[in-house]
């Protein structure tokens, strides 16, 4: 069984701030660990994963995730938030079925 | 390569329609899979499937719902007898035959209203 929680249906920050976006999951095994990113009325994007190996992955448009084991998390983190950021992310986990499961997505606003 | 298709991008139906969604996956990719999302909410997966096959249905209402992959052609998800909380938006993503889990390539979804 596997079960994603995103904290916060909404996160606001300021142009230029962090950006921190919560995810916890829970896996019966090693999972597979994914950030998704949808922009208004289109589908979803990989942003990054992580499979095995280096914890702390890096993916596009400057977003980096790290995988800790001990706290079953996988938090999204991006240093410096642009306007063209914002918009709806999701975290998935797989792991011994190729169906993900989605958290319920935390919408991105980023303030001028 | 052109990526994950699906039409219709809109799709209206007076309650009591059928309503048919189709997706062509990304060339090479065997796998397909549909999700729904409702406002406000992830994604709720609804059926896996690859060529003639159905994989995994768990995710489907036990009525008025069917999805198909044939050999040719694209995929559909059909909706039989339409109501209004079958208004969604329907995602196909697809992926290509593996060993382990892989990344889902999505399609641009299909936004169904049903009236």
């Known amino acids: 069984a596997q079960s994603v929680t995103q904290l916060g249906s909404h996160v606001s920050v300021s142009e230029g701030a962090l950006v921190l976006l919560r995810c916890n999951y829970s896996?019966?095994?090693?999972?597979?660990l994914f950030w998704y990113v949808q922009y208004p009325n289109q589908g979803l994007q990989l942003l990054l994963k992580y499979t095995t190996g280096a914890t702390l992955v890096k993916g596009i448009n400057g977003f980096e995730a790290e995988f800790k084991k001990s706290e079953t998390s996988f938090h999204l983190t991006k240093p410096s938030a642009h306007m063209s950021d914002a918009a709806e992310y999701f975290c998935?986990?797989?792991?011994?079925?190729?169906?993900?499961?989605f958290g319920r997505g935390t919408s991105l606003i980023v303030h001028p | 390569n052109a990526g994950v298709m699906q039409n219709p991008r809109h799709l209206v139906r007076r309650r009591g329609q059928e309503a048919r969604l189709r997706c062509s996956p990304m060339k090479g990719h065997s796998h397909v899979y549909w999700y729904r999302q409702l406002p406000e909410e992830g994604l709720k997966f609804m059926v896996y499937l690859q060529k003639e096959n159905i994989i995994d249905e768990s995710g489907m209402p036990k009525e008025r719902f069917s999805a198909e992959f044939p050999k040719e052609g694209p995929s559909i998800l059909r909706i039989q007898q339409v109501v209004r909380g079958d208004s969604a938006a329907y995602f196909c993503?697809?992926?290509?035959?593996?060993?382990?889990?892989?990344?889902?390539?999505f399609g641009p979804g299909t936004r169904l209203t049903v009236l």
């Open positions: 896996s019966s095994v090693p999972p597979y």
């Open positions: 993503a697809s992926s290509p035959p593996s060993e382990g889990d892989d990344e889902q390539f």
């Open positions: 998935a986990v797989s792991g011994g079925s190729y169906i993900p499961t």
